[in-house]
């Protein structure tokens, strides 16, 4: 059900060279740096895999070096089934709990994270190929994650008392309740912050969850597990099933209360399709084609390097990583020349360290995905202004982080998702054009704008068909911002996670409302026509009085 990256050892189909000057430098190995089998040592896959359900065995990989990293239990659709059993009967336990002793558990998780950080960083980079600050951009989402809603839980929570069919004589209480065990399908790409981060606010408000992780990343997920669960989080709320997306996908959403799911949009619908069959409520992230806009007015050095964030963190695998760079006719020499030279610079590495500036996709399907646009995007006449090629040298996913000039439909690259190191650029005279084209697509998760003026940058921002919109800065300002809601429109999804909507979408709103003295019927004498003329009356006074 989910797409898995797919890292055996493989070759891309594109021909061309490595090792020339222009070549991306490499990043050297740091004295001492430790391996994979210094980090996934059997005492690590035992306590982290202990109570997992699966009498089946499935392994993962490296992708920086196709290197074997843990055996691990796979789950048959029957053993999910189990899985939710036992969350479910653990579930209600954990919901009586007073919310505050709920959240406190979430703020004990923030500090054994931050203390415990270069365990899971590890983790993240041995299993996602990702540069090392990449991976701390995880772990600070989660952090912040667990620190918000480990403070503001009771008050999102909390009963509401809303105005009354009849002021006075009526008491309306808006009442929340967990959903029960949420289902959570979890993509490869950003392990620890889309499985802890997404399932935080999902544990407070009193849920259980049963967990599909990709086979990849499973290991930063059951170490996320074990560290919420000696901050005290009962182990039987948590529960992870390993497998394929095909067999055991279908299988939680067949038995969740509710589904949350990012990956791509294709499976999406396929999730959100099972989901209804059932009547069960659904948060989608899916895929993007996102789109920065450089203004004429912007600072070409800092939109430069704020363009080499936002186009290749995480080797662009990203869902709001930017693919598509619409940059003004008048400052797009200036702010190229930058960019190219910035692109050209960055330090592609494998070591567990900081100082690389990019690491490496995650394995086949996405090398074979970013050759391909790259490769046919130059065969019908686009140019590369960097990099544009694969880079075996350093390890077997890598790819140069790339920037093509002159791209046209039909070529794929405009318009299907890379979710790799590349950015196609064009050049605009109109700001009206940048925007129709920055919205020409069906997808609408993530956008950027740069330019001096933030007033007028957040006049073209809330013009572009996107959740988020960042001024200035390319996806992290909306994405750590966890107070204000992140989701897609169109083809990018449904929901929102972060904020108020991040965990009340885990709940069942209830009212409860009390009458008093009088009835919601005829009364004091009155037959049916006197009650309706009172009632009459009293809605054209309730409207004078400004009630709402």
């Known amino acids: 059900m989910t797409e898995s990256p797919e890292s055996s050892n493989g070759n891309s189909s594109s021909t061309n060279s490595i090792g020339n000057s222009d070549s ?22 035992a306590r982290l895999t202990r109570g997992v359900v699966g009498s089946g065995r499935t392994s993962n990989h490296s992708p920086l070096n196709g290197e074997k990293l843990a055996d691990l239990p796979e789950a048959t659709p029957e053993e999910v089934a189990t899985a939710f059993e036992r969350a479910r009967a653990a579930q209600q336990g954990w919901a009586a709990l007073p919310v505050r002793q709920r959240a406190a558990v979430l703020l004990r998780f923030h500090d054994l994270v931050l203390a415990r950080q ?25 952090a912040v994650t667990a620190r918000h809603y480990g403070r503001k839980a009771a008050a999102y929570l ?32 950003y392990p620890f912050a889309l499985a802890a981060g997404d399932a935080l606010p999902a544990f407070v408000a009193g849920n259980a969850i049963v967990m599909k992780p990709d086979t990849q990343t499973a290991l930063t997920v059951l ?30 959403v067949e038995h969740a209360d509710y589904v949350s799911f990012t990956g791509s949009t294709r499976t999406g619908l396929d999730v959100a399709r099972r989901a209804a069959a059932r009547l069960v409520g659904v948060s ?9 806009l450089v203004l004429h007015d912007a600072d070409p050095d800092k939109a430069a390097e704020g363009a080499v964030r936002a186009c290749f963190a995480s080797a662009g ?50 090398l074979e995905t970013t050759a391909r646009h790259v490769d046919e995007a130059v065969a019908k006449g686009a140019t590369v202004l960097a990099g544009g090629r694969p880079r075996p040298d350093v390890g077997p996913y890598f790819y140069e982080p790339t920037i093509l000039d002159g791209v046209q439909p039909p070529m794929a690259v405009c318009a299907e998702e890379t979710f790799g190191p590349v950015v196609s650029i064009y050049r605009f005279t109109d700001e ?57 429109m169109g083809e990018s999804g449904l929901g929102r996670r972060n904020g ?20 919601m019927a005829p009364s004091l004498g009155m037959d049916d026509a006197q009650y309706a003329t009172f009632m009459s009356r009293s809605l054209r006074a309730m409207k004078t009085l400004r009630l709402r």
């Not at 809303?162 to 993509?187: C, N």
């Not at 989608?284 to 920065?292: P, S, T």
């Not at 950027?448 to 200035?472: K, M």
């Not at 009340?504 to 003295?517: D, F, G, P, S």
Request: hydrophobic residues 40%; proline residues 6%.
């Open 500 to 519: 108020a909507e991040g965990i009340l979408k885990y709940t069942e709103a209830q009212t409860v409302a009390t009458q008093r003295l009088l009835p």
């Open 223 to 252: 170490w996320a597990r074990e560290q919420l669960i000696e901050a005290g989080l009962p182990e039987e709320v948590w529960q992870v099933v390993i497998g394929e997306g095909p067999v055991v996908g279908p299988a939680v």
């Open 158 to 189: 909390r009963p509401r008392r809303h105005t009354g069919a009849i002021p006075v004589l009526t008491k309306a209480v808006e009442l929340r309740h967990p959903k029960g065990v949420v289902g959570h399908i979890v993509p490869w790409n």
């Open 24 to 45: 991306n430098p490499v990043a050297p190995a740091p004295a001492g740096a430790r391996t994979a089998a210094d980090v996934v040592t059997p005492d690590l896959i």
């Open 284 to 292: 989608l992230e899916l895929g993007g084609k996102n789109a920065m």
């Open 118 to 142: 270069a365990e899971v960083l590890d983790l993240v980079q041995l299993e996602t190929g990702k540069a090392r600050l990449h991976a701390h951009e995880e772990l600070q989402l989660v």
């Open 317 to 366: 695998q990203l869902c709001e990583s930017v693919e598509r760079l619409y940059v003004h006719e008048s400052v797009a020499d200036a702010f190229l020349e930058r960019f190219t030279a910035r692109t050209k610079a960055i330090r592609l590495g494998t070591g567990l360290a900081y100082g690389a500036g990019m690491g490496s996709l995650a394995g086949d399907r996405q």
């Open 432 to 488: 009206d054009e940048a925007v129709e084209r920055a919205n020409s697509t069906p997808y609408g998760l993530n956008a950027s704008v740069w330019t001096r003026d933030t007033r007028r940058g957040g006049r073209i921002a809330a013009r572009l068909h996107a959740g988020t919109v960042n001024v200035n800065e390319g996806y992290a300002a909306a994405y750590g911002s966890v107070r204000a809601p992140l989701g897609g």
